[in-house]
């Protein structure tokens, strides 16, 4: 296939964990509360009510801009973005334009380094709800403003990535960031991303609003074939904002793109300039908690697994999270095994994630337990794991010694085992040596049928090479 010169930059939005909106006292949390009740003068801007900034908001804001290596301003302050829209009352939204918090950063992927423009704070506008069809055919349109006032921080890269891979890697490890930072639930929404795509030098296309990193992916697959035919059919790309459905996969023209500055950015006069100064600084360094990469960094001195394992499960704060919870218990290069691939994956099978399946730590551990002791088989163990991840009731011991799972762990009665196989088996033997190596499975089958299952496969194959290879 043809390469082409392909450049995508990012503007990410996170709904920052507080419990306050960002310049009101109103709760965030909106789950369990009717449309339009989590509200004040200040968020639904009515005349009078004046805006207070939440410093919880901007501590958070700061601890990413340090984490994204940015570097701070001596003060900041907020401007007015102009716009007409019933999702927000005050007909402007409050953002940083001039003067970001954070600026010039990096991030490092495993091959390249990407460039941070700027991290800001802004708030989120209400909800529209579109009653009996979509934003075309629907009769009427809601509004809940509980949303109005949220505390979102952007993150703008430099369009320094040149493949979706480098893309969902970036998007992973900024994931892990933000839980780490602990200032990110994703429970509170997914990331939501604007997309810059050009390829071969041609017009920068912006695809908006799209919703986390699968969906990032299938965007961005889109639009690159779509721009491609566009060029191979001899086409000009336009500059234009388009919109992702997620539902078709594609991508459909919104507008030509306007630029910033028809937005009228002003001052906003209700908010005064905030100084970052240096105590103020050097107590949210103080304060940092520890990133992915260090913990990997640490995984590998203090638990002696491999480097590659350690930057999966760091990928993954939950999964960073449980690790070492299990290692307490069990060994630390099992634990990382089991985790890592068996539990993960039977979780991906699902369409789960530790984030949405329930899985029952003790009962975990109590599996992993067998399995170290040796009293189970691996295929036994995934079992259980399998029954957990269903969220079935059992005890992992009981169930083991009910239906007669323990492992034959004593090497005499295996041996025995083995040996009646071979004796029983004589056709098998011989094909063997005369050089079917095959009928081995032929033979290890035959020992899982005698031991009911409750045999080490690994250990049976072991031991019948080293018979058959001797007789
Ligand atoms: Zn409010």
New binding site residues.
């Given amino acids: 296939m043809l390469s082409v010169k392909v450049k995508i930059g990012l503007e990410i939005h996170v709904q920052l964990n507080t419990k306050s909106?960002l310049f009101?006292s109103?709760s965030t949390n909106s789950e369990n509360s009717k449309p339009n009740k989590n509200?004040?003068p200040?968020?639904m801007g009515l005349p009078g009510s004046k805006p207070a900034l939440n410093k919880e908001a901007l501590k958070k804001a700061m601890r990413l801009a340090l984490a994204l290596n940015c570097s701070f301003p001596k003060a900041i302050f907020f401007s007015r973005k102009s716009y007409f829209y019933p999702d927000m009352p005050k007909n402007f939204q409050i953002t940083q334009y001039e003067i970001p918090i954070g600026k010039n950063g990096s991030y490092q992927l495993k091959n390249k380094k990407i460039g941070i423009w700027r991290v800001h704070i802004e708030e989120d506008p209400g909800k529209l709800i579109h009653k009996g069809g979509t934003i075309k055919t629907a009769q009427n349109v809601l509004i809940d403003y509980n949303r109005a006032?949220i505390p979102l921080c952007e993150i703008v890269t430099a369009p320094d990535f040149s493949s979706i891979e480098e893309v969902k890697e970036f998007l992973s490890g900024l994931i892990s960031t933000l839980e780490h930072l602990r200032i990110y639930d994703p429970l509170n929404g997914s990331i939501r991303s604007d997309i810059n795509i050009s390829i071969m030098g041609g017009s920068r296309v912006e695809v908006k609003n799209v919703n986390g990193i699968k969906a990032v992916e299938h965007a961005i697959k889109y639009e690159l074939s779509r721009q491609k035919n566009m060029v191979k059919i001899g086409k000009k790309i336009k500059m234009e904002t388009r919109h992702f459905d997620a539902d078709m996969g594609t991508t459909v023209s919104l507008r030509t793109k306007e630029t910033e500055e028809d937005y009228g950015y002003i001052f906003e006069p209700d908010l005064t300039w905030i100084d970052l100064t240096k105590e103020f600084i050097s107590d949210i360094k103080k304060n940092m908690p520890e990133l992915p990469k260090e913990r990997e960094k640490r995984f590998l001195k203090q638990y002696k697994i491999s480097r590659s394992e350690a930057s999966v499960i760091c990928m993954n704060f939950r999964l960073a999270e449980l690790f070492e919870r299990v290692a307490k218990q069990v060994d630390a290069k099992l634990a990382s095994k089991w985790l890592r691939t068996v539990l993960i994956g039977v979780l991906a099978y699902k369409n789960l994630s530790l984030r949405t399946a329930h899985i029952d730590e003790k009962k975990l551990i109590k599996a992993l337990k067998l399995l170290e002791s040796g009293e189970i088989t691996e295929k036994t163990c995934k079992e259980l794991i399998i029954k957990l991840v269903n969220g079935e009731k059992f005890d992992p011991a009981n169930y083991v010694v009910e239906k007669r799972l323990k492992k034959v762990a004593d090497k005499k009665e295996l041996e025995k085992v083995i040996k009646d196989a071979l004796k029983e088996n004589k056709k098998a033997v011989s094909d063997y040596k005369s050089g079917q190596k095959e009928a081995i499975h032929y033979l290890a089958g035959q020992v899982m049928k005698k031991t009911g299952g409750r045999a080490e496969m690994r250990i049976v194959m072991e031991r019948l090479k080293e018979l058959l290879n001797s007789i």
């Fill in positions: 909106k009101c109103c509200i004040c200040t968020c006032g």
